[in-house]
């Protein structure tokens, strides 16, 4: 159904990666890992990759520092969106949304089932829209960032993408608010 138009010209975006754990290390970061290599196959730029502990006001830190940023336009974090007492991403993220992008989580739970059967109703995966920078959580395991990337992510971040990408909405994102000074 995701249709890739090639006379249209793709648009590279800028993409910082997060993983939230309190656990891991860049050496044993593979869901970060695999994510970085997906984001560079596709022909995105990683402007930035961090591990931040499982605490809401690091991640709102990490995330607010990163949408004030005009160098990042995407930020993509993993891990923290399940439902133990130590799974705060998307609260984190609930702190620094201005809109909510429900579709998505609903899109990766739609096709995270497909794999994984009842067991996709644990994730919290959650998107939206924050000073014109697209935030997207996703899972923690190797296999849902896979599966967000593969499926979801790398067309709705392809520019050729038809019959409609969130690429093309990104000179839009900032309309009605105050300051404008980011992504312009």
């Given at each position: 159904m995701?249709?890739?138009?090639?006379n249209?010209?793709?648009?590279?975006?800028?993409?910082?990666v997060?993983?939230?754990s309190?656990?891991?290390?860049?050496?044993?970061?593979t869901s970060?890992?695999?994510?970085?290599a997906?984001?560079?196959?596709?022909?995105?730029?990683?402007?930035?990759?961090?591990?931040?502990?499982?605490?809401?006001?690091l991640?709102?830190?990490?995330?607010?520092?990163w949408i004030?940023?005009p160098?990042?336009?995407?930020?993509?974090?993993?891990?923290?969106?399940g439902?133990?007492?130590?799974d705060?991403?998307?609260?984190?993220?609930?702190r620094?949304?201005?809109?909510?992008?429900?579709?998505?989580g609903?899109?990766?739970?739609?096709?995270?089932?497909?794999?994984?059967?009842?067991?996709?109703i644990?994730s919290?995966?959650?998107?939206?829209?924050?000073?014109?920078?697209y935030l997207?959580?996703?899972p923690?395991?190797?296999?849902?960032?896979?599966?967000?990337?593969?499926?979801?992510?790398?067309f709705?971040?392809?520019?050729r993408?038809?019959?409609?990408?969130?690429?093309?909405?990104?000179?839009r994102l900032?309309?009605?608010?105050?300051?404008t000074?980011?992504?312009?």
């Open positions: 995701s249709k890739i138009d090639t249209r010209p793709f648009l590279p975006v800028r993409i910082a997060m993983t939230v309190d656990s891991r290390t860049l050496e044993t970061d970060g890992a695999a994510l970085v997906r984001v560079e196959a596709a022909g995105h730029t990683v402007a930035a990759r961090t591990i931040v502990s499982d605490d809401t006001d991640i709102a830190a990490q995330l607010s520092a004030a940023d160098l990042v336009d995407v930020v993509i974090t993993n891990g923290g969106t439902v133990t007492g130590r705060v991403t998307p609260e984190a993220f609930e620094v949304m201005e809109k909510r992008i429900e579709g998505f609903e899109l990766f739970r739609m096709l995270s089932y497909q794999k994984i059967g009842t067991s996709t644990q919290r995966a959650v998107a939206g829209v924050a000073g014109g920078t997207f959580a996703l923690g395991s190797t296999g849902a960032v896979k599966d967000g990337w593969d499926d979801i992510l790398v709705q971040l392809d520019s993408h038809r019959p409609c990408n969130f690429v093309e909405l990104m000179p900032r309309e009605g608010l105050k300051e000074s980011h992504h312009d």
